[in-house]
């Protein structure tokens, strides 16, 4: 069993998004709403429906064609912007949805170009209200080793506790050996996070691991606390905190 918080949402579950959600494409804006509602598809974070009356139209294509769910029937449609097209990316909810979502548009994230709660701008998908993110300063001891070699060992780390993944370790820049790590040109990016600045691989008795180290320059406003520090995979190398050996976690998120 994992030692880190499950996510609780129960699937199909439906709540009103009390933020104003907007979403552009090529420059325009797709949809402005204060009406959208979360709807939990899978248990760890919900997507964003959007009352048609909020969507811009004249986007819109009819693509003819529909498409079966437990949440109803819905019309697909793709968008057009000048010469940029998006095909089958919205989904269109008719009389048969779930209650509070008939005449909603459920748009697939990544054909967006860019998603903003207010006026911060969301990566990857919608954050989960019922998820907690926080870094903590501590003053535990965290050693990181791989095949026996000490990448970083510091007393001064920022622990980030996240509903649903396990706990990550940021690790002051002066704390870790920084001979073993490779530039990276890889980026990733999260809903609470932001997105990452670098990325490293690992270079350990002359075998590279890709992507096992990434650092945030400008996060969040909430996890101000990891800015420029270092973080490593659980998953990929061995951790050692307060003189325990913590076993390898099998989620792989950053």
């Known amino acids: 069993m994992p030692d880190y918080p499950k996510a609780i949402a129960l699937v199909d579950r439906i709540e009103p998004v009390p933020r104003r959600i907007r979403a552009f494409l090529a420059g325009e804006r797709v949809l402005d709403t204060t009406r ?82 207010e006026d911060e701008e969301v990566f990857v998908h919608p954050r989960n209200p019922y998820a907690r993110v926080d870094a903590l300063r501590s003053t535990r001891s965290v050693r990181v080793e791989l095949d ?68 945030y320059a400008f996060p969040t406003a909430a996890l101000l606390p990891i800015a420029g520090l270092i973080a490593f995979y659980n998953e990929k190398v061995d951790l050692v905190v307060d003189g325990e050996r913590l076993s390898r976690p099998k989620t792989h998120f950053s």
């Open 148 to 215: 026996g070699v000490v990448l970083a060992e510091s007393t001064s780390p920022v622990l980030v506790f996240e509903t649903g993944l396990p706990t990550r370790y940021y690790l002051n820049r002066t704390d870790v050996n920084v001979s073993h790590l490779v530039p990276s040109a890889t980026t990733t990016a999260c809903p609470y996070k932001g997105r990452t600045s670098d990325y490293w691989s690992v270079r350990v008795d002359g075998t590279v691991h890709p992507d096992l180290a990434w650092s």
């Open 36 to 117: 959208a509602q979360y709807v939990w598809e899978w248990p760890f974070y919900p997507q964003y429906y959007i009352p048609i009356a909020d969507v811009n139209r004249s986007l819109l294509i009819d693509e003819q064609r529909t498409e079966e769910s437990r949440r109803g029937t819905a019309r697909l449609h793709g968008l057009r912007v000048g010469e940029t097209v998006r095909r089958a990316c919205g989904s269109w909810y008719g009389d048969d949805a779930l209650p509070g979502l008939a005449d909603t548009i459920r748009f697939d994230w990544a054909d967006m170009d860019s998603w903003f709660e």
